[in-house]
């Protein structure tokens, strides 16, 4: 008790995981099966290698091996920013009086500004050694695009990013940084796919949705030469990429003798919060001393909260397989004041098994004024500027320390700071000159949600 | 030699520096004294107390002291984003395919982007220990002031930034970063300073410069109660806090036994190329072994190639005391296509005197596409998107890496990234759409500023 903390904890470079931790090796109940949409019959590796790169086929289906070992490539890629730090959250302790200690493991010091990089480089790699030309893939607040841009720069691999089209008119400058990497970027819906161009011929004024983007970044890599499909969040192997944030934060914290009572992370399409609570579940799930888990999600955009536990499709315009998750319906938009990321319909397959199975303790929606109030906050204590994503933990992990202040209880909280807002500016103006605001979907708001996914008598 | 050399090289906390290195003791020639506006004689503590805070004065006018000690809190704020990493640059040197090992010091890993942080706490700190309500300052790229409203928010300071006309129009997420700490913005040149109003009757359509917006601060600052001014670059204080850039490298170095041949920063005012020698030319002085150090600055704000060593006004409203200084005048202004910062009309006293005696050994101006160019390379090999500041020492430093690729030499480059240019990125997008431009200042040109030079007989 008497050695004096750090207020970053920074593991060495060999300390950088060897392997990605698979937690489906562990769960007690797997996932339903992904479906193939035309069949309804469980995908095969033959099915998904014309859609993603081989190795990563065999990542996506694999359900056995705990570990799987981190290429050394791959590793010195991480090098470039991991390990990432572990923080102690002092400054904030002390602004909120609170007994409880705050960790957060931040991953937003990379040029991406989020953790998004993790997978992106393990994807762009597996795609250079398969011999591919390039990959497309979607982005909607524009972090993945730029890890994707990034990693792709790196392994001198095409790169072609559809974008949600309100996003890339409201973010030129994270349109200019994926360019900067040598990126292409086409604002989705475009006339450069089918699906495309029937939703432009239906709605010409769509501002696009994460959805229909990835129809379009799917049909262009199964129909062009040499390309494959890369995602960002949502898929198995991306939460076994990201497992390196978990085991980094529970190395760091061995490191000084601690352990968290709560982990906090932000869900959108899981990926971070997947990532965080990795090394965490795994203790979980093997019956040993564990944290109490929270996914935060947006009132706007409440998957977790609100949705339905059933087989939807990934995607607008249902050329995706069919994926057992928590969803709000493939056509569910947030409604247009919804700032930053977050809202994507469906969740993680494994996410949603875990939650479903109670292993995810809660799942809480935050309204955005409460959230960027609690970045504010932050930023004004702890310096950093978090990502809107980012902030949601914030919002709860303040909440929750605010608690210990009342019950005097010091309980180690750890959340995950995912990302940075530099580019999310536009949002923050709106907070600052009171101009956010907040919107709950009604009941009937989600019913057409609901109504659009699709009935599988027999399945389930 | 067998051991491998990692990516990044991280210091412990306890590591971070316990005093600042204060060049001056050991200066052959201590730069020539500043000299009061009205009565032409060395300025006094009395003199500056009404513009700067106490304790700055007398760090501004320290001789003799070589070290001075970091007050604890200010250490403590350090924490937050310190020691900062120095890195490897393994993948530039291979994309290169140069023997050169080159190494940077990495100040931009925090919210303000840019080493401007380790200043702004340290003034802040003082101004809040004297028991003022706030600061004024300037800013123009806006690192500056991000970085002052970040430590502003930390001490509880209030914070009126003068920034730059045509900054705050090109660059609303800038200002947005800086509003949400809490500073306020006045677009200069305002009507909220009689220079201010001066200069908008001389000219309506005026976009400001940086020489006009410190006049504005310093007049706000010695009118208001309770308030005073402080500088982010040029001040001998602020090439003493950031000496903790240079103490950190050499210590970083000096664990993997390793000593730089050549040392390469980028200048504007000073202050950061200032900060990355401290700790070698300390080597320099004492008659060591030392690197051999170059500043590097725009082709069209060349103050050190083309300017002259004379005294000189540090505004344009003439309005502060008079430096002995390398100069293009105080009514210089690079032209209106030069991007990003390092657009001072003067260079720090101290930087001035030590190129004019030899012991910053060169000075080299360079074109601003060659420097996005380089800048670029950088961001697709390394990761990091250089500010465009810094992007002048990677142009260096590459030029500098190719000549050892031709000589064989495996010469060790140390070069400050002293920023990320995540605020930058409308100079990225001229640079990518093939619309950024060069402009060498003609003799003609410069020979307006020079006019504008006070004659002082007698004074030299």
């Known amino acids: 008790m008497s050695k004096k903390i750090p207020y970053r904890v920074v593991l060495s ?31 095969t590796e033959a099915d998904l290698t014309p859609v993603f790169c081989e190795e990563l086929v065999k990542q996506e289906l694999n359900v056995k091996d705990r570990f799987i070992e981190i290429p050394g490539e791959i590793r010195d890629y991480y090098k470039m920013y991991r390990p990432a730090p572990l923080f102690r959250a002092y400054f904030l302790e002390k602004a909120l009086g609170t007994p409880a200690k ?22 762009a790699y597996y795609a250079k050694k398969q011999g591919l030309k390039g990959v497309t893939t979607e982005t909607g607040a524009g972090q993945w695009g730029t890890a994707l841009s990034m990693a792709c720069s790196y392994f001198g691999l095409d790169c072609k990013v559809y974008m949600v089209k309100i996003s890339s008119q409201q973010k030129p400058y994270r349109k200019a940084v994926i360019e900067t990497y040598g990126a292409k970027i086409i604002p989705s819906p475009s006339d450069t796919t089918n699906i495309g161009r029937k939703m432009l011929s239906d709605n010409p004024d769509s501002t696009g949705s994460l959805g229909t983007a990835i129809s379009e970044a799917v049909e262009v890599a ?85 949705g339905k536990f059933a087989y939807d499709f990934c995607d607008t315009g249902m050329v995706t397989p069919l ?6 319906g ?15 319909h469906g969740m993680s397959p494994i996410l949603s098994q875990l939650y479903h199975d109670g292993y995810i303790d809660e799942a ?16 004004k204590t702890e310096g950093i500027l978090p990502a809107p994503e980012s902030s949601h933990a914030i919002r709860v992990t303040i909440d929750e320390a605010l608690k210990c202040k009342e019950t005097g209880e ?28 907040d919107y709950i979907p009604t009941d009937a708001d989600l019913q057409r949600g609901f109504d659009a996914i699709p009935k599988l008598p027999g399945i389930q």
Chains 1, 2 share one sequence.
């Open 222 to 306: 199964v129909s062009t030469e040499g390309y494959r499909y890369v995602l960002g969040s949502v898929l198995n192997q991306v939460l076994l990429h990201q497992s390196v944030i978990g085991l980094e934060a529970k190395a760091a914290m061995e490191k000084i003798d601690e352990y968290p009572d709560i982990v906090i992370g932000c869900a959108g399409g899981g990926s971070n919060l997947g990532g965080l609570m990795s090394a965490f579940m795994a203790d979980r799930l093997a019956g040993k001393t564990a944290p109490y888990f929270i996914a935060v999600e947006p009132a706007s955009c409440p998957s977790l909260t609100r």
């Open 330 to 344: 493939a056509s569910f938009l947030p409604p247009s004041n919804h700032a930053g990321g977050l809202r994507y």
């Open 364 to 379: 809480r929606a935050v309204e955005q004024t409460s959230v960027f109030k609690a970045a504010t906050e932050f930023a």
């Open 102 to 123: 705050i960790y957060y493991k931040y991953e937003g010091g990379n040029t991406s500004g989020s953790h998004k990089l993790n997978s992106a480089l393990a994807q």
């Open 13 to 43: 470079e060999e300390e950088i995981p060897k392997a990605w931790y698979n937690v489906r090796a562990d769960m007690k109940t797997d996932h339903r099966p992904i479906l193939h949409p035309g069949t309804l019959q469980p995908v």
């Open 323 to 328: 994926a057992k998750m928590y969803t709000l």
């Open 410 to 437: 010091a309980k180690t909280i750890l959340f995950g700071l995912s990302g940075t807002g530099y580019f999310d500016m536009t949002a923050y103006m709106q907070y600052n000159d009171g101009t956010m605001t």
